[in-house]
């Protein structure tokens, strides 16, 4: 069964910081999709980014960036030169594409990793 | 275009009452889901629904109940509260299955006394 793993359960660095958050995913599937979203103290859930498997292009946004390796099943996500603003529960989640019997049950989330950006 | 929206964002409830969280979304999504958010425990599945009409349990779907009698809306029922069910309740939405993301709702958050 697919699985999302975020080993890191909080972090906390300083402003301007480079921090990086660890997901790794399994799957027995060769096509899936993966995805980070945020969780700003405010509550609300914030999508970041949809990568799927056949693109193992590095992406960068602003001071956001994303390395997917399969080879390590893992998409980890960078933020440079954080801020206080970034602070937030950042989950990964794994989509597999193809049916299966409980196919609408094939959006996985990870546990979340808590992000403390202290000024 | 409101997205996905929650009714109500907060409520109390008495263990042994009922109440029913309401969704909609109007982007024409096929999929629905209700997830419920307890801390240390990220986002656990209660029940979701691949069209109108249907609905499946989820991860853990224990003393809820839904339905989904209209395209845009999908509705989460608890028929007598428990402390247990305290917590923050989110709805999403996705196009249909593969691809897209999950569209969120803001929450709702319940207690239970």
């Known amino acids: 069964a697919q699985k999302v793993t975020q080993a890191q359960t909080e972090i906390s660095v300083v402003e301007k910081e480079d921090v990086t958050l660890d997901c790794v995913y399994e799957?027995?599937?060769?096509?899936?999709?993966l995805f980070w979203y945020k969780q700003p103290p405010s509550g609300e859930l914030v999508f970041l980014i949809r990568?799927?498997?056949?693109?193992?292009q590095n992406e960068i946004s602003g001071r956001y960036s994303w390395n997917f390796q399969k080879s390590t099943s893992s998409f980890n996500f960078t933020i440079t030169a954080s801020q206080v603003v970034d602070s937030a529960v950042y989950f990964c989640?794994?989509?597999?594409?193809?049916?299966?019997?409980?196919?609408?049950?094939?959006?996985?989330f990870g546990p979340g990793t808590r992000l403390s950006v202290l000024p | 275009n409101a997205g996905v929206t929650q009714t109500p964002k907060f409520r109390v409830l008495k263990t042994g009452q009922s109440m029913t969280l309401l969704c909609a979304q109007d982007?024409?999504?096929?999929?629905m889901y209700w997830y419920r958010q307890d801390p240390g425990m990220g986002l656990r599945l209660i029940h979701y629904?691949?069209?109108?009409?249907?609905?499946a349990k989820g991860e853990v779907p224990d003393g809820y109940n839904v339905s989904r009698l209209k395209k845009q809306n999908f509705l989460l029922g608890l028929e007598s509260a428990a402390p247990s069910q305290t917590s923050v309740y989110f709805c999403?939405?996705?196009?249909?299955?593969?691809?897209?993301?999950?569209?969120f709702g803001p929450g709702t958050r319940l207690t239970v006394l």
């Open positions: 990568r799927n498997s056949f693109d193992e």
């Open positions: 799957t027995r599937d060769t096509t899936y999709y």
């Open positions: 982007m024409n999504h096929e999929y």
């Open positions: 989640a794994l989509s597999e594409v193809h049916m299966r019997d409980n196919y609408g049950q094939n959006f996985v």
């Open positions: 999403a939405s996705r196009l249909n299955s593969g691809v897209g993301e999950q569209f």
């Open positions: 629904s691949v069209g109108e009409g249907t609905t």
